[in-house]
């Protein structure tokens, strides 16, 4: 089996940040969310994967998974001209599937839960496609699934205003090659894309089969900051701690704490876990640092409290500010001599002096 990775898209919810970099790159527990997908694929057996990409900051996708051998996997880059959806974004993969089943996972969602089961059931399968399916509190955000009494799967419809039922379809598809045929006649939606679950409503309209897993693991399409810092908690609290840095005296550190090489944790700071922290920081001046909280590669974090937070590589936080619950992008600069709350959200190569 092929998998896919969609990893387009404008991430128009997640600026500033995504105007430096796809969406998809940003890190999460200090990996960019994509490869949670890359990852899930690969340990299912997965190894022959295309990354779908467009947009000016594609490039930053090649940089990072390269051809995939750091990674495990072969990868194969498709250009997406233009977002025009998920039903486009696979069609232009026909080629690269050729006469293959596949996977398609998109790059932004957050699944824990090992997919090698529902890849060997498709496998063996006769089915035209399979989806999986996720209790939400929210269903007209996402594709909704309806069921018949015998549990078979009726109609799948895209954000309904009354949704059926609560179950949506998460971003993760296992698809054959009679998706194509139905991706070459699909009309646009409403908001002018091909839709993956428009296509998905003609397979069962044609009387073809579509088989489901109901998931009850955690699940997270990250449209939003506040989704992307509820994934990083829920990453964290599944790390096994590490300690690879150096630790001066008096150091307090409660919980699980990872520790990136070449970094010091300096004298008189606090770190409660779960929290990651990358390679060569430097955290002192009595820092406190967590709970759910992820430091990149790089970053000198001084004289402040940060909790439920992610900073990027490259930053320089010295200010004695108590921040939470933010997102700080790469190479970000805050120093301060008042301290205050405050909560940021701040793009790459921000410099507040307050
Ligand atoms: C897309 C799909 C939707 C699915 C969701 C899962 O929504 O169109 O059916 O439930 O992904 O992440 P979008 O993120 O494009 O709004």
């Not at 387009?8 to 430096?20: D, E, I, N």
């Not at 996402?142 to 949506?168: M, R």
């Not at 759910?292 to 500010?321: A, F, P």
């Amino acid at each position: 089996m092929k998998g896919i990775i969609l990893h387009g898209g404008f991430g128009t919810r997640l600026r500033p940040f995504t105007y430096t970099r796809p969406k998809q790159l940003l890190p999460i527990a200090n990996v960019p969310m994509s490869q949670c997908g890359l990852n899930s694929l690969k340990n299912a057996g997965i190894n022959d994967i295309a990354i779908i990409i467009g947009g000016e900051n594609s490039y930053k996708v090649k940089d990072y998974y390269g051809n995939g051998e750091k990674f495990g996997v072969k990868i194969t880059y498709v250009e997406q001209d233009y977002p025009k959806g998920i039903s486009h974004a696979i069609g232009l993969c026909q080629d690269f599937v050729d006469t293959d089943k596949f996977a398609v996972f998109l790059g932004d969602n957050i699944l824990l839960k090992d997919i090698s089961q529902s890849v060997k059931d498709f496998e063996k399968g006769d089915e035209a496609a399979r989806i999986l399916l996720c209790e939400v509190s929210n269903p007209s955000q996402f594709g909704v699934a309806q069921l018949s009494s015998d549990g078979s799967l009726v109609k799948i419809v895209e954000k309904p205003k009354n949704p059926p039922t609560n179950l949506a379809v998460i971003g993760i598809y296992f698809l054959t090659t009679s998706i194509f045929e139905v991706i070459a006649n699909l009309k646009p939606s409403w908001r002018n894309e091909l839709e993956i679950t428009d296509a998905l409503q003609v397979l069962l309209e044609s009387k073809q089969k579509i088989s489901y897993d109901v998931i009850t693991h955690y699940w997270k399409d990250t449209g939003t900051p506040s989704d992307i810092i509820d994934a990083n908690k829920i990453l964290l609290s599944q790390m096994e701690p590490y300690f690879f840095g150096i630790r001066e005296d008096q150091v307090i550190i409660k919980g699980n704490v990872m520790v990136g090489k070449g970094t010091t944790i300096r004298k008189g700071v606090t770190i409660e876990g779960p929290v990651i922290i990358g390679e060569n920081c430097i955290i002192g001046d009595g820092a406190y640092l967590g709970p759910n909280t992820s430091i990149g590669n790089n970053c000198k974090i001084n004289s402040c409290s940060i909790n439920n937070s992610i900073v990027m590589d490259g930053c320089e936080i010295s200010c004695g500010l108590k921040i939470s619950e933010s997102i700080i992008s790469y190479n970000t600069t805050i120093k301060s001599n008042s301290p205050k709350n405050t909560i940021f959200t701040l793009g790459e190569d921000n410099k507040i002096l307050l």
